[in-house]
């Protein structure tokens, strides 16, 4: 699935980018970042698109 991050910009992410989304985990989603690695990231700071 695809999501779009709407957090504020840090690190491998930037408010407003659609990033790959490898699953769900405890609140989390592991999502394949600019770095081009999946990390667990807080659901809050995205939406599905």
């Known amino acids: 699935m695809k999501v ?3 957090g504020e ?3 491998d992410l930037t408010n407003g ?3 790959e ?3 769900e985990e405890v609140d989390c989603y592991r999502i394949i970042d600019e770095s081009e690695e ?3 990231y807080p659901i809050v700071e ?3 698109v």
Request: net charge negative; charged share 15%; hydrophobic share 35%.
């Open 4 to 6: 779009k991050y709407i």
């Open 9 to 11: 910009t840090y690190g």
């Open 17 to 19: 980018s659609i990033y």
């Open 21 to 23: 989304c490898l699953g």
């Open 38 to 40: 999946d990390y667990l």
């Open 46 to 48: 995205f939406e599905i």
